[in-house]
């Protein structure tokens, strides 16, 4: 085999006769990018000529297959921005979702909290910090208008002898009741509240005492007849009301002590009353 700088020609074919083989290295710039041969059966067939006609070629090919090697490059190029795109948008994607599913816990949980802070866990009334922003309001609004406001404070019996004779677990239940009968009776409008242990304050917008002592003692009369026997066997429950309506210019708190103080004297009266 001979070598020179841009052909190598006349080798014999591998297990046969001796023929001939002319092979054109293809250039760019310095740069191999492949090779150009023709082949014959005959020894020294090929010609100078022949042999720089197959150079031009080459010289001509050069150009076209650097371009498609760049092309090829370059479509590798695009093919791999293409997939790093797809995958850094699926990564936002997935970003944007878990973002947006923080910000729906985030909601929840705050609606979870402002729910907690406003709302008796056991009864799922109002609480008292609630309704003593409610009672504000409605005072004002009352006196702002001259409108009848009446509040009626509640008190379950010695309920804490329900605890001690019959457990927590009964005296929970006894308050989730006594809640439920209060709803049934109450009127959307009222605002209803857990305001103490077992101390329970329901507002009535556009209702004057009368009304709202006719409201009081239904209740009372209601919770009495309860059968309580559904929750435990010899069972009796009993509430005191005290009932006061808005005169004049009044704070809610002087309100509540008014509220208050019939209460307690439906209590030193006997108790099972409305005052």
Not at 13 to 29: E, I, K, N, T
Request: glycine fraction near 6%; aromatic fraction near 4%; proline fraction near 5%.
């Amino acid at each position: 085999v001979r070598l020179g700088v841009d052909v190598a020609s006349v080798v014999p074919a591998p297990g046969g006769a001796p023929g001939s083989v002319l092979v054109v290295p293809v250039r760019r710039q310095g740069q191999l990018l492949g090779i150009t041969s023709l082949q014959h059966p005959s020894p020294d067939f090929y010609s100078p000529a022949d042999k720089n006609l197959l150079l031009e070629v080459a010289r001509a090919a050069a150009p076209a297959l650097a371009d498609a090697a760049a092309f090829e490059d370059l479509d590798g190029y695009r093919v791999g921005l293409e997939q790093r795109v797809a995958e850094r948008t699926a990564e936002l994607e997935r970003v944007a979702r878990e973002r947006e599913k923080l910000v729906e816990d985030l909601a929840a949980a705050t609606a979870l909290l402002t729910r907690q802070s406003r709302e008796d866990v056991l009864t799922g009334l109002p609480n008292r910090r609630h309704f003593d922003e409610r009672l504000a309001e409605e005072v004002a609004r009352a006196q702002r208008h001259h409108h009848p406001l009446s509040l009626v404070l509640a008190d379950l019996d010695h309920f804490k002898g329900i605890n001690d004779s019959h457990g927590h677990a009964i005296g929970d239940e006894v308050l989730r009741q006594v809640a439920a009968l209060i709803r049934r009776h109450c009127r959307a409008a009222d605002i209803i509240a857990r305001y103490g242990g077992e101390e329970f304050a329901l507002l009535m917008p556009e209702t004057p005492l009368e009304g709202a002592a006719r409201l009081a003692e239904d209740l009372r009369v209601a919770l009495e007849r309860h059968a309580w026997n559904s929750i435990q066997p010899g069972l009796q429950v009993t509430m005191s009301f005290g009932v006061a309506q808005v005169v004049r210019v009044a704070e809610p708190a002087v309100l509540v002590g008014y509220a208050d103080d019939l209460l307690y004297l439906a209590k030193r009266n006997g108790r099972n009353r409305v005052e």
